[in-house]
C-alpha cells in the first residue's frame, strides 16, 4: 500500500497526461489534488507541512516562469528586429539539410547553453529557433528536450555533480572528478549516439514517410559528430575536471561539425526537408544584419552565465543584490525557496533581449511589443507548473511526517534496492531519470537518491563510483520527460496543453539512454 500511494506521483502524472492526453493544466491539478491527499491521509504529513510545501511549489513556479519569460521575449524582440530571419540565413548557409540542422541547433548549441547556464534553459531557447527554421512546434519541442541530455550530466559549470553529490561522504573535488571522467566515459557508448537518434525521431514521427530510412543516410555524419562530442568530453573531464566539459565539448563538436556540413562531407547529396511545417515560409531575401549582430544576445547570454558563475565578486553580487528567497515558509523549518533574482537565467535572458535592442539599433517599441505578448502566452504554463510544483514539493517534503516513515522518494528507492540486488547496476539509471522526472532537476535528483545509491552499491557489493555515474546519467536523460520541462519547451513554441503528446515523443529515447548505460556499465564492470 505505503509503494503505491509513494509510487502516485509518478503514476497519476502519467495516466493523466500520457494515456488520458489531458493538458497539464487540468492533468497536474488533478495530480497534485491525488497526491496532496495521499499525503494527508496515508503518509501522515501535518496539513501545515502540506501548506508550505505548496507554497514552496508556487514560489519556485516564478523562478521558472521568470526563464520562460526570459526566453520567450528574446525571441519574440529578436523576430522584430530581423536577427532570427539572419540567424536561420546563417544556418541554412551551413546546410539546408533539417537532419544536419537539428543536430546543429538543437544538440551543439543547446548543450552550450546547457553547459553555461542549466535549468531548463536550452530547449526554451532551441526550440523556438527551429519552428523559425521551419519544424513543426511539436518537432522543435520534442526534438530539443532530447537533445538537452548529455550535457545535463554537467550542466551549469559542473552544478549536477559538485552541488548534486556534496551530500555523499567522500565528497570533495577529487570524487567530483572521478564521477565526472566516469559519467564521460560511459558517454562515449551511450551520449555518442544521440544525435543520431534526433535524427530517428525527426524521420520517424515527423517526416513525411513517418520511417527509418531517411534516418540511415546521416548516420555517418551523425556518428562523427556524437564521437566528437563525448570524446572530447572524455578527454576535458579527464584533463580539467567537471565543471566546462559540456561548454568545451560542444564548442569541439561545433567546429567539427559546421566544418564538416558546409563542406558536404559524410552529408547525403539528397537534401532532406520532409518535416517542413505546411505554413513555413521560404526566406529569399538576404538580410542587411551581419552575423555577428545577429546572434550578439546569444553571446552575450553565454557570456553573462559564464561570468556570474565563476568569478566569485560577480557571482555573490548576483546572488545576493536582489535575494527573494523565502526562507522556513510557514515556519517549517528546512522547506524554503531560493530565488536569487540576478543570478537567475530569465534575468540573463532578459538582459539579453534589452541589449539586441541596443545592438541591433531597433526601436524600443518590439521589446515592449515583445514582452506583452510573451505574458499573454505563459498563462497556462503558470497554471501548469504551480499544480507540477506543489506535487513535486510534498513529494520531496514526505518525509516531514508524523508515522516516522522515510519520504517517498527514499522509500521507492529502498524498495526497489531490496527487489534487485546486484542487479541494481541496471536499474541505478532509471532510479537518476525518476527523480528528474518528478523533480524537474538532475542536481535535485542527485540530492536526493545519490546517498541511497551510494548505499546500495555498498550493500550489493557494486562499485560506488560506477553506480554513483549511473545515477548522473539517469537523471540527464530524465531531463527529456521531466514535466516542468515539457512545459517550458511546450509553451515556448505555443503548444501549452500538448505536454503528454510530447512526451509519448520523449519517453522512448529517454529510457533507450537509461538502457544502454546500464548495459555498458555491466559489460564494463565485468573487465574491471
Known sequence: MLLLVAFSAIITPFVFLVLLRMSAKKGMFFSALIVLALAFTVWGMDARVIAASVLEGAHKTLTILLILFGAIVLLNTLRRTGAVDRINQGFRSISTDMRVQVIIVAFLFGSLIEGASGFGTPAAVTGPLMVALGFTPMAAAALAL?????????????????????????????????????????????????????????????????????????????????ISYTSSAWLYATLFGHEFVAILASLTALVVATTTASKGFLIPKSNWQDALADDAEEVNEQSSMSLVTAWSPYLIIVVLLLVTRIIPVVKDAAMTWVDLTWTNILGVEGITSDWEVLYSPGTVLVA?????????????????????????????????????????????????????????????????????????????????????????????????????????????????????????????AGNMICVHNVVAAGTVVGLSGKEGDIIRKTLGPALLYGAAAGIIAWIVSLFM
Open 146 to 226: 532530447i537533445a538537452d541530455s548529455s550535457a545535463v550530466s554537467y550542466g551549469a559549470v559542473g552544478t549536477p555533480i559538485q552541488v548534486g553529490l556534496s551530500n555523499l561522504p567522500d565528497a570533495g573535488i577529487p570524487l567530483y572528478q572521478e564521477i565526472g571522467a566516469q559519467v564521460a566515459f560511459i558517454d562515449l557508448f551511450a551520449g555518442t549516439f544521440i544525435p543520431f537518434v534526433l535524427v530517428i525521431v525527426l524521420t520517424l514521427f515527423f517526416g513525411k514517410r513517418k520511417g527509418f530510412k531517411d534516418a540511415f543516410g546521416l548516420f555517418p555524419w551523425a556518428f562523427l559528430v556524437g
Open 352 to 476: 539579453a533581449a534589452l541589449l539586441a535592442i541596443v545592438i541591433q539599433r531597433a526601436s524600443f517599441r518590439h521589446f515592449m511589443e515583445a514582452s506583452k505578448e510573451s505574458v499573454q502566452s505563459m498563462k497556462d504554463a503558470a497554471l501548469a507548473l504551480i499544480a507540477t510544483l506543489a506535487l513535486v514539493q510534498v513529494f520531496t517534503n514526505s518525509g516531514l511526517n508524523a508515522q516516522d516513515l522515510v519520504s517517498m522518494p527514499e522509500y521507492i528507492a529502498q524498495t526497489l534496492a531490496g527487489s534487485f540486488g546486484p542487479m541494481w547496476i541496471f536499474v541505478a539509471p532509471f532510479l537518476g531519470e525518476l527523480g528528474s522526472f518528478i523533480t524537474g532537476s538532475a542536481t535535485v535528483s542527485q540530492l536526493t537518491f545519490s546517498p541511497i545509491q551510494y548505499n546500495i552499491a555498498q550493500e550489493t557489493g557494486l562499485d560506488t563510483n560506477t553506480v554513483l555515474s549511473l545515477q548522473v546519467i539517469g537523471a540527464s
